[in-house]
Nanobody, 132 residues
Framework: VQLVESGGALVQAGGSLRLSCVASGITFTGYSLGWFRQAPGKEREGVSSIMSHDGSTVYADSVKGRFTISTDNAKNAVYLEMSSLKPEDSAVYYC??????????????????????????WGKGTLVTVSS
């Protein structure tokens, strides 16, 4: 299984970016896909996840209303549209797959630790830097 992220860049505060993640060796059917991020000196945190079968989503409070997750199951791809970017959004962004997702995607939002530990496969990340 390989997950490859792309789209990270240097952008000014208030700007937008679209991250992409393409998977090989796996199909998304029945799985959940997620975006996570890790800033220097901080723990990795869940940003958003989506259920491949029904499109239900969950977002971290810090990105609600600014980020949108989506999938293209035919392309084995998951995307993260980011707008109104802030310097605190700067981080390495990772995509991940949970092959045994919970019944309710909102479960992920109950615990960052559980959200992170639920993922089975990870990409290597793409760097997003937001300048002030």
């Amino acid at each position: 299984v390989q997950l490859v992220e792309s789209g990270g860049a240097l952008v000014q505060a208030g700007g937008s970016l679209r991250l992409s993640c393409v998977a090989s060796g796996i199909t998304f059917t029945g799985y959940s896909l997620g975006w996570f991020r890790q800033a220097p000196g901080k723990e990795r945190e869940g940003v958003s996840s989506i259920m491949s079968h029904d499109g239900s989503t969950v977002y971290a409070d810090s990105v609600k209303g600014r980020f949108t997750i989506s999938t293209d199951n035919a392309k084995n791809a998951v995307y993260l549209e980011m707008s109104s970017l802030k310097p605190e959004d700067s981080a390495v962004y990772y995509c991940a797959v949970d092959t045994e997702p919970p019944n309710q995607i909102l479960f992920y939002g109950l615990s960052q630790r559980a959200w992170n530990q639920a993922m089975d496969f990870w990409g290597k990340g793409t760097l997003v830097t937001v300048s002030s």
